[in-house]
């Protein structure tokens, strides 16, 4: 698989992204308080974001204003990723998503990436994927790397996790500029490979609803590896667990230590953090 060339910059936040050891990466999203309400208590959001800087996890996503209240120590050793979209369940249509943010205010805030919601089938798709080029196209002219989440959701996807739906959703990430797509897990090591296996940049499976189970947890997780996926995005398996900080741990072991640090990940590997060397 070919590697995308990125510019000094964006490579340079790709590096705090991505493990440079495993070329993996975990990321933590907390911003499921603007579509469901609060994650927990502002303490207790505090520390859950303490316990994810300080267990593994590669990043933290949160929402721009969220970041007033969050400890600055976290982001030392964890990147940062502003989510630039967003809608609340109560509204009409809980699909849609609207523009929250600029590429340019992330920037502001000392973000590594920004993310970018997508529900592939909805009933919004077109107003949603404007956005997603306008992203790209800021974050190209900026240097910051994309994440874009793409899901098969609305009135007509009847199955989000069926392979073939899954692939063109992260293909479509792929053709409008994004540098990583988050979409959901099939349900198999061998059909979530060969969505990987179409796809030209890395792709992240979202965790969904907690498992409850770190075991079982762990299991999951190292069935998205063993698929070659780039690593996992888990959220309210991490906020919703009794011990956060254990559970931070568990899974970031099973991204980084899964195979040996040898075992090559598909898309943005390792090897793409040296790119500025050859531009």
Same mark, same amino acid.
């Given at each position: 698989m070919e590697m995308a060339q990125h510019s000094l910059g964006k490579s340079l936040r790709l590096s705090r992204l991505i493990n440079p050891v495993s070329g993996r990466t975990f990321v933590v999203p907390l911003d499921h308080s603007v579509a469901d309400g609060p994650v927990a208590p502002v303490a207790a959001f505090r520390k859950i974001a303490l316990a994810i800087s300080g267990n593994g996890a590669d990043a933290l996503l949160v929402h721009k204003g969220r970041m007033r209240f969050l400890p600055r120590e976290v982001f030392r050793d964890t990147a940062l990723v502003i989510h630039l979209n967003g809608i609340t369940r109560h509204a009409p249509d809980a699909n849609a998503k609207v523009r929250l943010a600029e590429v340019e205010e992330a920037l502001e805030l000392g973000a590594d990436a920004v993310s970018i919601h997508i529900n592939m089938g909805s009933d919004t798709e077109a107003g949603q994927l404007t956005d997603l080029a306008r992203a790209a196209e800021g974050c190209a002219r900026w240097g910051l790397p994309l994440l874009a989440m793409v899901y098969p959701r609305g009135p007509r996807v009847t199955d989000p996790t069926d392979p073939g739906l899954v692939a063109h959703a992260a293909n479509l990430a792929a053709d409008l500029g994004a540098d990583i797509a988050k979409v959901p897990y099939t349900g198999s090591v061998d059909t979530m490979a060969d969505v990987v296996a179409s796809c030209p940049i890395g792709i992240i499976t979202a965790g969904g609803a907690p498992l409850g189970d770190d075991e079982r947890l762990a299991k999951v997780v190292g069935d998205v590896v063993a698929s070659g996926a780039l690593g996992v995005a888990m959220g309210r398996n991490v906020f919703e667990s009794a011990q956060p900080a254990r559970t931070v *741990? *568990?899974?970031?072991?099973?991204?980084? #230590?899964? %195979? %040996?640090?040898? #075992?090559p990940a598909s898309g943005l590997s390792a090897p793409l953090l040296t790119a500025p060397a050859r531009l």
């Open positions: *741990r *568990r899974i970031s072991d099973a991204v980084h #230590l899964a %195979g %040996g640090p040898d #075992l």
